[in-house]
């Protein structure tokens, strides 16, 4: 069928006609189009950017998709140029693509799909575009210039600076150059507006603003700029077109003059025709339509001025299916049958009255406009039995294919072992059983070869070579004195390793955080094999997974291992290196693991006063590239500007550095999917240790989303407000880590789901003396060592704390710091916030009536105290809540113990 004019429901048989927002007096009305949605591509996943060449042809940047997606000029699919994290792409003078990918750019042959050369690096290259003489015109999102190249790939020069003077840019997209006036018009995302240069990089003018200026266009989000000619000669620009993520619209301008605002198309929502975080549009002249590349994972497509009279056609193109050879003849009354199907065709299977057809199942085909579908058919009846498949579109066009199979108990037996699991090798043995005497002759698709049937007895062995990647169909067929039957088996074959990727800290991290969350993405489907963490399983839902991690003090391995179901493997190792005392930040927005719509973030934080910070962007377009943050006198921070996010998983790594030079980091993982609810767990904001049975975790959702939740796979309840906040009760009952899966699904059926792991922790750590009669020397086994001193704390030469290799720290007070022992409070804090000085006074399992027992009996002189009891036990009196011994263990300290004891404390 034809994707260009796909309909999602029958009102899409008409033409929708969105009324534009009309301006005050004095706007060009003239040049006031009339837009009319015709329709959509669907089969993408996450367009960002559109270019069409001289032949009708209409390409695709689809990072998420694997590349640049190929369609003639009746909407099909042709092909796929695999550029991974493909951003951007433009037409050269020599018909050739230019792709920018991350730090790169390549110009690609269009015939062949080879590179031609590569562009120089980039941050992050962005939108492109071609001027009339062949140079090529990239922006750089993340350096805020436009680099210029010969086209032959040597770099010419660049302009732009980061600022938001003229001539300055900050997070420019997109470009696009204006046959008529020569000029470049660069879409300046981070200030808002459209910035006009000549060929030279001389700025010329500016065009939009934050805020609403008479008629001149307010934008929030400009992310691209496409042009409209006047039909008739000389050209003059017209019109241009401008999406704005934000406002989920794309602005109409009139480029005359100081630039008026003439209205806009689409607008938020699931409706047809309307948008959500679009990213690129593309003018056509040659059909007068515009296309979108919608966040909502389709590229919507408008018409401009087009009358009634030239209302598109609805459609009725049927859908692509296909149905893998079947026995003719067979004695076994159950086989699978399958094919393949259009993309988001829908395939109904029908048999005669008392054949059983199975639930009908889908699985990723190499093409990617295409799905493999197959159902099990048990039953059949004695005789013929036509098995009918339909393949069903949105538009209600159909396509339908018989198949026969006579089923004859009486046949020749023929047998064919099944293959259960995918492969990855294309070479297999066949085998199976076979009547006596009969002989076995093999078929399969195109490409495929079989060795001499080796027949012993009843059973019979082949080798099958030269399989190719996805479904193969093998038929067995035993003949005998004119008599035949046949039994097919599928085999699926996969020698591409599991595309994982790991959201957690940089390889080599330095970080004061014990509990490390490591979260990512497994495209596996229905072909998961298996994924561990340290060895560990974790689940994965929806192609993605969240874990968390807790590290030991000193090096750590963190070894992600993906397996998909035919054998072949990922891998990758982390190693981080935890120090507590190493200084902290706090990121306190966007939460870890939420998911947003939109195309960019802000983040803020707290750090020590004095500290400094920057933030390191990975995606598929970043590989760490760095954005300065200067935190405010009282430690809080924030950026500048939106740190750029590309759709799917977006890693920001947070590091701090203190006045010595020592340096720690965190991340947040963040997804950017405008197709599903945004979600987000603000409290807490990231995976964290706790030592409370009882947790509330809060967060935000989408408004008029459902929302639902469980506990390591257990079902708990969720309050969900109107305003889209939610609350979740968690209890938690054993020392162990807990997953909390947090669902939500829109209206249309859309879900995402993101995670809080909470690592329930109430053993606080052990605390040794160096000697008995030595109390200002002491061994922590983890956690954060304190020295206070008369409620003060002891700081510099005063206390010097020793990492021991096993990862322990041994505190040493100076004497002269602490002449009065009684005033002195050494203790360790972990990361769930338990104390060495708890009230555990025997130092076995935690606080109960036994200590509160033990500590009577010190009190009363009966035993003899050691410093260990005092360092245990000394833990009254309060001082604002908080623990501040005073060097006595009396009746005080017998009190909080014995309250503690009983879950009074």
């Known amino acids: 069928m034809n994707p260009f004019i796909r309909r999602s429901t029958i009102i899409l048989m008409v033409t ?44 695709v940047a689809d990072p998420r998709s694997g590349g640049v997606l190929q369609y003639d000029n009746a909407g099909n699919f042709i092909k796929k140029f695999p550029v991974k994290g493909a951003r951007g792409v433009a037409i050269t003078s020599a018909g050739e693509l230019v792709v920018t990918h991350g730090n790169g750019a390549s110009v690609v042959n269009i015939d062949t799909g080879s590179i031609v050369f590569t562009l120089a690096s980039f941050k992050q290259a962005n939108g492109v575009t071609v001027d009339d003489a062949g140079l090529i015109y990239i922006v750089d999102t993340l350096d805020s210039v436009v680099k210029v190249f010969l086209s032959n790939g040597q770099l010419s020069k660049s302009f732009g600076i980061k600022g938001s003077a003229n001539g300055q840019l900050s997070l420019p997209t997109a470009i696009a150059f204006d046959k008529v006036s020569k000029q470049l018009v660069v879409s300046d995302t981070g200030n808002s507006r459209l910035v006009f240069f000549d060929k030279d990089g001389t700025f010329i003018r500016t065009v939009g603003s934050r805020a609403q200026n008479g008629t001149a266009p307010a934008f929030t989000s400009p992310q691209s700029v496409s042009l409209e000619y006047t039909k008739t000669k000389p050209e003059k620009l017209l019109r241009i077109y401008v999406s704005d993520s934000f406002q989920s619209e794309v602005q109409i301008i009139d480029p005359q ?26 003018f056509d002249p040659a ?40 026995p003719a003849i067979t004695y076994t009354s159950a086989l699978v049958i399958g094919g393949t199907v259009e993309k988001e065709a829908l395939v109904q299977v029908t048999a005669p009255q008392g054949v059983v057809v199975g639930a009908v199942n889908y699985y990723p085909a190499p093409d990617t406009s295409l799905s493999y579908w197959q159902a099990a058919i048990s039953a059949l009846t004695p005789g013929a039995n036509t098995i009918s498949v339909m393949a069903r579109d949105f538009a209600a066009n159909a396509t339908t294919k018989t198949t026969a199979i006579t089923y004859d108990s009486t046949a020749l037996q023929v047998a064919i072992a099944a293959f259960t699991a995918p492969v990855n090798n294309p070479v297999q043995t066949l085998s199976g059983t076979v009547a006596q005497g009969a002989t076995v002759t093999l078929s399969g698709p195109a490409g495929v070869s079989f060795s001499a049937v080796n027949i012993t007895g009843t059973t019979w062995q082949s080798t099958v070579s030269g399989l190719g990647a996805g479904i193969n169909t093998i038929t067995a067929m035993a003949t005998s004195g004119g008599n035949n039957s046949s039994v097919t088996t599928r085999i699926t074959l996969i020698t591409s390793n599991p595309d994982l990727v790991v959201s957690t800290l940089p390889n080599g991290s330095n970080t004061a955080q014990p509990v490390l969350n490591v979260s990512g993405t497994l495209p596996l489907g229905g072909y998961f094999g298996s994924l561990t963490v340290n060895g560990v399983p974790v689940s994965v839902l929806d192609d993605a997974f969240s874990t968390s991690v807790t590290l030991k003090p000193g090096a750590n391995q963190i070894t992600i291992t993906a397996f998909d179901a035919a054998g072949n493997k990922s891998e990758i190792v982390r190693a981080v290196t935890l120090d507590e005392k190493l200084p902290t930040l706090t990121l306190t927005e966007p939460a870890d693991g939420a998911t947003v719509s939109g195309t960019d973030v802000i983040l803020k934080g707290l750090v020590q006063p004095g500290n400094t910070v920057q933030l390191l962007l990975y995606n598929g377009s970043a590989n760490g590239v760095p954005f300065a943050i200067t935190p405010a006198a009282d430690g809080s921070w924030s950026t500048a500007v939106a740190v750029p996010l590309d759709p799917g998983l977006n890693t920001i790594v947070a590091e701090v550095k203190d006045a010595s030079g020592n340096t720690s980091r965190i991340k947040t993982s963040i997804t950017r999917d405008a197709t599903v609810p945004a979600l987000a767990v603000t409290g807490p904001i990231a995976d964290k240790s ?38 979740i009760p968690v209890t938690l009952a054993e020392e162990k880590q807990y997953a909390l899966a947090i669902t939500a699904t829109d209206a249309l059926g859309n879900s995402v789901t993101t995670y809080r792991n909470l690592v329930y922790d109430i053993t606080a750590p052990t605390i040794t003396p160096a000697t008995s009669a030595n109390p200002l020397k002491v061994t922590f086994s983890d956690g954060v060592p304190e020295v206070f001193y008369n409620s003060s704390p002891l700081i510099g030469s005063d206390v010097t704390i020793t990492k021991n290799a096993d990862g322990s720290n041994t505190v040493e007070v100076s004497a002269a710091a602490a002449p009065d022992l009684k005033k002195l409070d050494i203790h360790a804090v972990d ?25 009577l009996r010190l009190a009363l002189g009966l035993d003899a105290t050691t ?26 300290d017998v009190v909080y113990i014995l309250e503690k004891s009983v879950g009074l404390r």
Do not use: C, W
């Not at 003059?257 to 593309?282: E, F, H, M, Q, R």
């Not at 909502?296 to 050879?325: F, K, M, R």
């Not at 708890?838 to 509160?852: E, L, M, P, Q, Y």
């Open 287 to 326: 059909t007068s339509r515009i296309f979108i590349a919608n966040g909502a994972g389709e590229v919507t497509i408008y018409g401009i001025n087009v009358t009634s009279s030239q209302a598109p056609v609805p459609d009725t193109t049927p859908p692509t299916l296909t149905i893998d050879a079947t």
């Open 867 to 892: 410093p260990e009891h005092k360092l245990r036990g000394d833990v009254a009196p309060l001082l604002n809540g908080v623990s501040r011994p005073d060097g006595v263990l009396d009746v005080f």
């Open 257 to 282: 003059g100081a630039g008026a605002s003439l209205g806009s198309i689409g607008g938020y929502g699931s409706a047809p025709g309307k948008l959500k975080v679009p990213v690129d549009t593309l």
């Open 831 to 855: 990361a769930a916030g338990n104390s060495s000085r708890n009230g555990n006074v025997d130092g076995i399992g935690g606080v109960d009536i036994k200590d509160a027992f033990k500590m």
């Open 690 to 727: 706790v030592n409370n049975s009882s947790q509330a975790v809060t967060g935000t959702v989408t408004a008029g989303s459902e929302i639902s939740a469980t506990l390591n796979g257990t079902i708990v309840p969720v309050t969900l407000k109107p305003d889209g906040t939610y609350s």
């Open 16 to 59: 929708i006609v969105i009324t534009l927002h009309l301006l005050p007096s004095g706007a060009s009305a003239g040049l006031l189009p009339e837009s009319n949605y015709l329709g959509r591509i669907t089969g993408v996943i996450a367009p960002v950017r559109l270019a069409i060449d001289a032949y009708q042809k209409l390409y």
